[in-house]
């Protein structure tokens, strides 16, 4: 059982590999070519096997997604001159982003948490902690 299990996840990622070859043979990205993979896949009857084996590399994926997201395009698109000449303007709309942001959590936070109590079973409560992350970084 566990070899066919390694064997459906070694066809998914060379379906990947294949279509993401296969896209930049052609003059497109390979983001393209592993989209269409994804594609192709989630049509397959074994759908729900593939995400299974997948679910562990979740996390990983995305990570990996939001730091060459983050980091690596944004960061090399950054005027480090433009940065550095204007340090005091930056670092007071940061700290006022941040402000801001902490007082709408404050705000809206106690209003969920009692939404949350009131419809339980239809609705997954949100931790707060992680929007306020989130929004940072969005």
Not at 30 to 35: K, Q, Y
Not at 67 to 92: A, C, H, K
Request: charged content about 15%.
């Amino acid at each position: 059982h566990q070899g066919v299990q390694k064997l459906l996840l070694l066809f998914c990622l060379l379906t990947v590999e294949g279509t993401s070859l296969l896209t930049r043979m052609l003059g497109f990205s390979d983001t393209l070519g592993a989209f269409l993979a994804g594609a192709l896949l989630a049509e397959t009857n074994f759908r729900t096997q593939i995400e299974a084996h997948i679910r562990p590399f979740r996390g990983l994926i995305l990570g990996f997604f939001f730091f060459v997201l983050l980091y690596i395009t944004t960061g090399t698109s950054i005027d480090m001159q433009l940065l550095f000449r204007e340090w005091p303007n930056v670092l007071s709309l940061l700290g006022g982003l941040i402000v801001i942001n902490t007082l709408t959590i404050t705000a809206i936070g106690p209003r969920q948490a009692v939404f949350a109590r009131k419809y339980a079973n239809r609705t997954a409560s949100i931790p707060w902690r992680r929007i306020w992350i989130r929004g940072i970084f969005s």
